[in-house]
């Protein structure tokens, strides 16, 4: 490959440094994640840094990963890929910027003990604004750009449009608390604040799962599955579901009864989802593996497999009569691990192999790729230990806890085995993330240089 | 799928989610079973409850860290209740830093959990499951004045 030149490098370039932030704080993530799963199994351990320091930091830099890889990722693939010019090349450099600042005033907020004390977004309130500027810049730049496309927009184009559309509401929704009127009200503000997170784990996904299709496409060099009927129809299944399905978070909150049934008849449209995933394996799985040599595709199959291990439990997690159990417990945590290690990921670093050397211009060598591909078996291989020890100890929390014949404390003693392989698998994946992640940061150091 | 159709579709579901989002706002949350609970000095608590990031660790109505254990109905449970709060808020424990709070503080966190205990229940553990895998959450409706 010829290395690029001028403004087409510096066009690119800011790509790079959205991956290089987003791997980063994967690793950060990853370690504060550590931490806290040796404190949760061993009292005291890493005293001077507090479990209700180490899991904000975990979510907050995990969730950075995910947003700085696939908003890199989107930026990089717009103008090289779908035949537009980006509107603004300025824009994502304060884009960039202000990520990177917010996130390092998050850190030293969680460090210094000033929490806003939401879940998932437990820094104080006041720093949602530089988020929802930054996202405002991202959506304008990317409508601007897409609107000049004369072509028909593939589905992917939609679901970036959807996710970009819907986190930007989402995010607002999930800071009306700062108003008396939803904070007042216990039972509206959980509601509220479970609507909005539901959703906004839905918009997320529209940006990766598009970012899945994208890739697809473009290494089959094939745009008709992303433009197919099929492809829409499952988008505004996963619109409908995004919009409808979040109250399966909250069924034990005393609110209107109607939430929980829309929600409960929403999520079953989820087996359709995946009745069309067996469906696609039983039509394309001999021709994965054909391909299962190229590292983008052999990650987006292992999510492939993660996508139904998760679309089972969820659906199962949506009936009421299992969720009266599981509500509460590790059930839930395997869930949402098992999306975000599984799904997310493992889309997002097969995302990242294919965008890393097309920008770059250098390929992995064949010592970097036996490196990766070790590292793609140790960390699938440990996450499904880790995911099923989560599905054990959420059973048997469940199951105790209506039982009502032990404590807390006695219940967490019964579990604390599968918490300990939880803890050990932690290890695993982390190296099996390292493995992936050190060839891709030498391309980038090497690029940058 | 035609231009139109795809418009179409995204127009009613984006109209959908709006006028869903502001029932939800209103009816759909207009209950407050403990409301006359709900005071200034409850308030405080939640607030405070937030600043020291207690949901890292605890749950209300099952939601957010499981370190320790759900404190929707502390106060209620059998052998706990407001000393019992006030003992852990004042020393800490192995797995709970002290956050050295004052007694105003620790009566307001405990004016917040006493309102929470009234809105509802959480675990549910009195409960029937119908044939099509809703469930009857008895105890609910035992919560509030």
């Known amino acids: 490959m010829e290395p690029l030149t001028g403004k087409e490098k510096m066009k690119k370039e800011i790509s790079i440094y959205f991956i290089l932030f987003a791997i980063i704080a994967l690793i950060g993530g990853v370690i504060f994640g550590l931490i806290g799963a040796f404190q949760f199994i061993t009292p005291g351990f890493f005293d001077f840094i507090p479990f209700i320091k180490t899991r904000p930091l975990h979510v907050s830099m995990v969730i950075s990963w995910i947003f700085l890889s696939a908003i890199g990722g989107i930026y990089y693939y717009l103008p090289t890929c779908c035949n537009v010019t980006l509107y603004s090349d300025k824009l994502p450099r304060i884009h960039l910027w202000i990520f990177i600042l917010t996130g390092v005033i998050v850190i030293i907020s969680y460090l210094s003990g000033q929490f806003g004390g939401r879940e998932y977004w437990e820094f104080p309130p006041a720093l949602a604004i530089p988020i929802i500027i930054s996202w405002m810049l991202f959506g304008f730049n990317f409508f601007k750009t897409v609107f000049t496309r004369t072509e028909p927009w593939p589905v992917y184009i939609w679901m970036w449009g959807t996710g970009i559309f819907f986190f930007l509401f989402t995010y607002i929704e999930s800071n009306l608390w700062v108003f008396p009127y939803f904070r007042d009200n216990l039972v509206r503000d959980i509601t509220v604040q479970w609507k909005s997170n539901g959703s906004l784990v839905g918009s997320w996904n529209m940006l990766i799962y598009g970012t899945a299709i994208f890739l697809m496409d473009r290494i089959k060099n094939d ?8 492809a829409f129809i499952m988008y505004f299944l ?10 399966h978070h909250i069924y034990i ?7 929980r049934y829309i929600a409960y008849g929403i999520s079953m449209t989820e087996l359709i989802i995946l009745g069309k995933i067996i469906w696609n394996w039983k039509a394309s799985l001999s021709k994965a593996l054909q391909d299962f040599h190229i590292l983008t595709i052999r990650f987006i199959v292992a999510s492939d497999v993660w996508i139904f291990l998760n679309l089972v439990l969820a659906i199962m997690l949506s009936i009421p ?7 509460g417990t590790h059930l839930t945590v395997a869930h949402a691990m098992g999306s975000t290690i599984g799904i997310n990921t493992m889309i997002l670093i097969a995302s990242c192999l294919f965008l890393i050397p097309d920008i770059t211009r250098k390929q992995f060598n064949p010592f970097q790729s036996k490196i990766i591909s070790i590292g793609f078996w140790i960390m ?5 230990f880790f995911w099923l020890a989560l599905v054990i100890a959420g059973y048997i929390k469940g199951y105790l806890v209506v039982q009502d014949k032990l404590i807390f404390q006695d219940i967490m003693l019964q579990i604390k085995p599968y918490l300990t392989i939880v ?4 290890i695993g994946i982390f190296a099996g993330l390292l493995m992936v992640f050190i060839p891709s940061l030498k391309l980038i150091k090497d690029y940058i240089r | 799928m035609r231009l139109n159709t795809k418009r179409f579709i995204s127009a009613i579901l984006i109209t959908s989610f709006f006028i869903y989002s502001i029932v939800i706002y209103t009816t759909g949350t207009s209950v407050d079973k403990g409301k006359n609970y709900n005071t200034a000095q409850s308030r405080k608590g939640k607030l405070l409850f937030q600043k020291k990031n207690c949901i890292a660790c605890h749950q209300i109505y099952g939601l957010g860290g499981y370190m320790g254990p759900d404190l929707t109905n502390v106060i209620s449970a059998p052998g706990k209740g407001p000393v019992y709060i006030k003992a852990f808020l004042q020393n800490g424990t192995v797995r709970m830093p002290n956050f050295h709070l004052t007694e105003t503080e620790k009566d307001e966190i405990v004016a917040f959990l006493t309102y929470a205990d009234k809105t509802g229940v959480s675990p549910v553990k009195k409960f029937e499951i119908n044939y099509d895998g809703t469930v009857n959450w008895k105890g609910k409706d035992e919560k509030g004045d």
Not at chain 1, 238 to 247: D, E, K, R
Not at chain 1, 253 to 259: E, G, M, Y
């Open chain 1, 423 to 426: 803890a050990l698998s932690g």
């Open chain 1, 223 to 230: 745009d008709s599955i992303a433009k197919s009927r099929i």
């Open chain 1, 321 to 327: 009569a299992i969720n009266i159990f599981t509500h």
């Open chain 1, 380 to 384: 699938n291989i440990i996450l499904l």
């Open chain 1, 253 to 259: 909150v005393p609110n209107a009864l109607w939430i």
């Open chain 1, 238 to 247: 996963g619109l409908t579901n995004l919009i409808f399905n979040w109250a």
